[in-house]
């Protein structure tokens, strides 16, 4: 028999069609489709292992979170929303300046990546007076390492960028016979410099 809940009739029917509507093979009582609970049959049990994992866990951040002192607390709630909103711009930078080739937008993403992420990073996976769990160090470390190499990988890429970049501007100089054009008009630029010749 399934367990009875304090919820309203009204409210349980809602969440029931609510998440017959997101989840196809709902099969609950109110569903008109009841599973039969058999103990000790494979299968048979209606509690997750997964669930209740990250439920146990969610329990120990929030008592770990309360051991903190309050400037503490007020510290990782901010490099946390910190981390979180500038993953979003970071990644669309990096993306756009990647698969566009632009300069700024690469670049954009490497002192995000540089200056603000791998500090707040840091700080929460060497700091003494913070809390940590074992599931929060390794996934800290996962995400460093992948961090650390996206830093490496953009700077080399930004570097092959603007090399050729400046190699396609020289070249556009010396076919338009030595001469550039200024932003200013009627202004000339001089002759290409000798030393372009290697890039």
């Known amino acids: 028999m399934a367990a009875q809940t304090p919820l309203p ?62 400037y503490y607390q007020l510290l990782l709630l901010a490099a946390f929303l910190i981390l979180t909103l500038t993953e979003g711009a970071r990644l669309y930078l990096g993306y756009i300046g990647n698969l566009q080739e632009k300069v700024p937008e690469l670049a954009g993403f490497l002192l995000l990546s540089f200056l603000i992420q791998l500090p707040l ?44 970049l400046a190699a396609q501007f020289y070249l556009q100089q010396f076919t338009s016979g030595g001469r550039g054009r200024s932003l200013i008009k009627g202004d000339d630029v001089g002759p290409v410099p000798p030393w372009s010749q290697f890039l």
Do not use: C
């Open 121 to 164: 990073l840091l700080f929460l996976l060497t700091d003494d007076h913070i809390v940590r769990l074992p599931l929060e160090m390794a996934v800290h470390s996962l995400f460093l390492a992948f961090l650390v190499s996206e830093v490496v990988a953009a700077f080399l890429a930004l570097r092959v960028m603007t090399t050729q």
């Open 9 to 70: 009739l009204n409210l349980r029917w809602g969440l029931t069609v609510f998440s017959s509507s997101l989840f196809i093979n709902n099969k609950t009582r109110d569903s008109g489709a009841a599973r039969i609970y058999r103990p000790g049959t494979p299968g048979g049990g209606l509690s997750r292992a997964g669930l209740e994992v990250l439920a146990g866990l969610e329990v120990l951040s929030a008592l770990q979170y309360s051991l903190l002192p309050r």
